[in-house]
Every structure is written in C-alpha cells, then in structure tokens.
C-alpha cells in the first residue's frame, strides 16, 4: 500500500486487519468473534493464528466464516512470533491486535474508522483497556486524551488497544520475537511497548484516546500471575536499558514496584506483595542482566532497525516530577 492517506470523507474506505494470536483458549475466543459480529462497522478481516494443536478451534472458528473474511492460520508457540505470521497476511489499511480474551464495544471499529478520517495526521491510535465489572481495573493507564511519547507509552499503549495504518508496520517491521508470551527467553511481555518505541522513533505520530474502551477481564493476583510477574518485570527493564532511557526513568518503576510491594505487605495482602517482589526482582535482573545480552539475541524484525532517539533527555526531567443475513443465521454456543 501506498503511503497516502485516504479521503477524510471517507470513514467506509477504511479496512481493519485484525491479528488474533490464541492458544489454549476457545470460549475467551468465541467472545471475541462475538463481539466482532456485532460491530457497527463491518468492514474488516480477521486473522486468526492458531497455536493450539490440530483440531483445536475448528468448532470454535467455523459458525463465523459466514460473518466476515476469516484467515485461519497456524504458528509455533510464541506471541510475538504468531502476530509476524499474521503481519505477512494482512490485506487491510489499518492492522490491529487484540487478545484472544478480549472483545470490542459494538462501536469500537466504528469510532476508530471515524478518529483515523477525521484525523489523517495521525499514524496511530491507541485506546484504554477496561473491566466493565471492575470500573477502577487498569488504573495504571491515562484517563486523560493526548499524544504518545517515549515516556507516556507505557501509558497509553497496550496491543488490545492499538491501531496502526499500514504503511507504519510496514515501516516498522516485526514484533521482536525475543519478548511476549511463550519466547524461550523468559521475558513474557513488554513486546507491544517495543514496538511501539520503534514506531515513535521511526517518527511516526501516535494518539491515545482515553475515551476508546476496550474490555479485558481484570487479572487477579493468583499463582500463574505471580509466576508470570518475573517474566514481565525482565522484558520491562531490559526495554529500557536496550533504548537507554535515562537510569533515574528506570529507578522511578523500581521504586513503584518496591512501593507496591510494601503497601500490600503491610495491608495483609500476600499474593499481590509477591506479585510485586517478583516484578522488582525482574525489573531489575532485564535493566542489569538481560540488557548485556542483547548483542547475542538474534532480532527478527522484517524491515526497518531501530534508531537513537535525539530526544531521550527529556525523559530524564518527566521522571523527576454482504453477508448479514447469513451471519445472523449462524448460531453459537455461548456467545
């Protein structure tokens, strides 16, 4: 695709390419293509690439054929490395990713097609993830509207919520399949706040919209997180050292997660105090450890490379302070 911008006036013109990467999961999924079928704006396809064995989702993926073009495709296990198989397929003008136990407000592409005409200045758009159960889930993230920089990101970006035209993950390339869910490397997240470091630095500009919702159930504080808290806090710290952000920006999320771990210690709550001492301990370990590694981590972006951002210092001061009729019929369990 070329990279122009297409006609303000033209919202319809807009095609959503969705990424879904899944495994181990069929009822979450359902859900999802659910919530897909019931969009106000149906000009969109789905990629579904499946890492679960043989079989797995085929009851699951068939009733919504009928609804919308449907790519079913299959990867090795591994997040990042699912979302570059799907990258290779996509047909549409704007490439999103959301989780398999995800699912969009009936508007939501409506909203997004609208936003991205209306505003043809901006290469991306990023929402908020919300517990429509949990109204105070998610805190971490803005509740106010703005651009998305190097220090923001981490607020104001998470692959559930992100909207990208083409022709910037074109640019851009792959997801670094180092990070995210099922690498060997053990570092279990942060691949969608690197890739988007990769699109600032590429000079791309980003929104975030505080008001754009999409619903994720809240995380408890229960034995798989704890065992994932490691994991996440090591990819989160070896970001920022891979980027040299400044090491008081590093020392300012060693201190929350210390905090984090003190107040739950000292309210009783024991799950979420090792919630946070695991995430600290691997915060830690990917600034110190995983960073010195990176020279012998093979990185498999498809295009574009990462390049020096001029403007890290200020990070350093902010840290200071036609087929309706059809789909209709179409009956699914549980959905």
């Known amino acids: 695709m070329s990279g122009d911008r297409l006609d303000p006036m033209s919202a319809s013109a807009i095609r959503f390419s969705l990424i879904v990467a899944t495994v181990n999961r069929s009822h979450q999924l359902t859900r999802l293509l659910a919530s897909l079928r019931a969009q106000t704006y149906q ?73 991205l005409t209306t505003h043809p200045e901006w290469d991306g758009l990023s929402g908020r993830p919300a517990d429509p159960e949990n109204p105070n889930s998610f805190s971490w993230y803005h509740r106010t509207s703005g651009s998305v920089d190097l220090r923001t990101v981490w607020r104001r970006s998470i692959s559930i919520a992100i909207f ?60 798989p997180r704890i065992a994932r808290a490691l994991g996440e806090g090591r990819s989160f710290g070896y970001v920022l050292r891979k980027y040299r952000y400044p090491m008081v920006f590093a020392i300012t999320t060693w201190v929350r997660a210390f905090g984090g771990a003190m107040q739950a210690h000292l309210c009783g709550n024991r799950e979420r105090a090792q919630y946070y001492w695991a995430l600290l301990r691997g915060r830690l370990q990917g600034w110190f450890v995983d960073s010195r590694r990176d020279a012998a981590i093979p990185i498999t972006f ?8 001029d403007h890290l210092a200020e990070l350093v001061e902010s840290a200071k302070s036609s087929q309706p009729e059809r789909c209709s019929a179409a009956r699914v369990e549980g959905a």
């Not at 979302?83 to 407000?105: E, K, M």
């Not at 498809?302 to 951002?309: D, L, N, Q, S």
């Open 164 to 223: 990208l035209r083409r022709e910037i993950v074109e640019t851009v390339g792959a997801f670094d399949e180092n990070l995210g869910l099922g690498t060997p490397t053990g570092m279990l997240a942060a691949e969608e706040s690197e890739y988007m470091i990769r699109v600032l630095q590429q000079g791309f500009h980003l929104h975030y919209r505080a008001d754009v919702i999409l619903n994720h159930l809240a995380l408890p504080y229960d034995e």
């Open 43 to 115: 000009n969109f396809e789905v990629i579904i690439v499946d890492q679960n064995p043989p079989g797995f989702l085929t009851d699951v993926v068939a009733p919504f054929r009928v609804c919308f073009p449907l790519l079913h495709l299959r990867s090795d296990l591994g997040l990042s490395l699912a979302r570059n198989v799907g990258l290779n397929r996509i047909s549409g003008q704007v490439v999103a990713f959301p989780d398999d136990d995800c699912w969009y407000p009936p508007e939501t592409l409506q909203r997004i097609a609208d936003l």
């Open 302 to 309: 498809v295009a574009g490379k990462p390049r020096p951002h």
